[in-house]
């Protein structure tokens, strides 16, 4: 979740290099998720309790909680320590959970992970994933691609890699009953000569109708840091790609989740506090905007954090 696109900016991993043992013989559950709008999702990498995640009451404010990360390599940090809690543990987090009106899905890929510069095959990945979905009885996925290598090369690759893994993924995990989102960078939802094949613009013409909602980076890129470089003029390297040029781009505006991370030690730049980025919500929701905020990560970003960023439109 902290990619650059930016050449200058060296890229930092976040995630812990150990994976945690993943148990498969649980009974697959059919979800019966409905994607919340607007949805408040917050992102679970950092290693919380022996529980896994905190107590619910801790997310109040949230819908949406990402176990962070579901890697080429299997799950890792939170999204593997909450597939080795023993069945009983897990499902009783899960009821918890969704009795305070929050879902849990798994976020997969990360910054470390180059699924078709690795050359891992889209489909098998998918059906890998889904059954972790499945196994695991959580609500969905998240898709956090960051394959800046493929994307930079510009020749469709990576576009024609997550269109296909997007599709197979919904084989499995259909709409109405499983979440799917995704976690784009901000500029590769706008036209850059750098992503030549269309970056997730192309994504979005292709399986747009797949995706539930795209938890966006606005962060990470030297820009976003005000209320008029996220909502209107981006300008910099990346124009076209603040919330309502990426709308004017053809994506719909109700599918762009303003993302922020927690504190500005959770991004490189980009950090907004939660009660600036609350006027900034504001703004955006008299404009039309109703689609929601994402925050990296628990616990730096916790109930007093998202009720700030809500602003007095979501209260």
């Known amino acids: 979740m902290i990619s650059s696109v930016s050449a200058a900016l060296a890229l930092a991993s976040v995630s812990s290099v150990l994976a945690a043992p993943v148990q498969n013989n649980v009974s697959p559950l059919a979800s019966r998720a409905t994607a919340p709008s607007p949805a408040f999702v917050i992102y679970t990498d950092k ?15 949230y ?16 999204a593997g320590a909450f597939a080795a809690l023993p069945a009983d543990q897990r499902a009783a987090k899960k009821a918890e959970y969704a009795q305070a009106g929050i879902n849990i899905i798994v976020s997969a890929f990360g910054e470390t992970d180059k699924p078709t510069t690795q050359g891992a095959d889209p489909v098998a990945t ?6 972790f979905v499945t196994a695991n009885q959580l609500d969905g996925i998240d898709v956090d691609y960051e394959d800046l290598d493929a994307m930079n090369k510009g020749d469709g690759a990576a ?17 109405g009953q499983f979440l799917l989102t995704h976690a784009p960078l901000a500029p590769w939802l ?17 399986v747009g109708q797949l995706i539930d909602w795209y938890n966006i980076q606005f962060y990470n890129q030297g820009l976003y840091t005000d209320c008029e470089g996220l909502l ?8 076209g790609s603040s919330v309502f040029e990426i709308a004017a781009n053809g994506v719909d505006l109700n599918k762009l989740v303003i993302g922020k991370p927690g504190t500005a030690a959770d991004a490189t730049n ?17 404009k039309g905007w109703s689609a929601g905020v994402m925050a990296f990560q628990f616990p730096d970003a916790d109930a007093a954090w998202v009720k700030a960023a809500k602003g007095t439109s979501f209260q």
């Open 47 to 61: 290693f919380v309790s022996a529980d896994v995640l905190p107590p619910a009451a801790q997310l109040a404010g």
């Open 63 to 78: 819908n949406v909680v990402a176990l962070s990360f579901l890697t080429l390599n299997g799950a890792l940090d939170q």
């Open 126 to 131: 998918a059906n890998t994933m889904a059954q």
């Open 159 to 175: 576009e024609a890699w997550v269109t296909t893994f997007t599709q197979t993924l919904r084989q499995t995990l259909p709409q």
């Open 190 to 206: 706008s036209p850059n000569q750098q992503f030549a094949a269309g970056a997730y613009l192309t994504v979005n013409k292709n």
């Open 232 to 239: 209107n003029t981006s300008g910099g390297a990346f124009p």
């Open 270 to 286: 980009g950090f907004i506090d939660p009660a600036t980025l609350g006027t900034c919500v504001d703004q955006a929701k008299a």
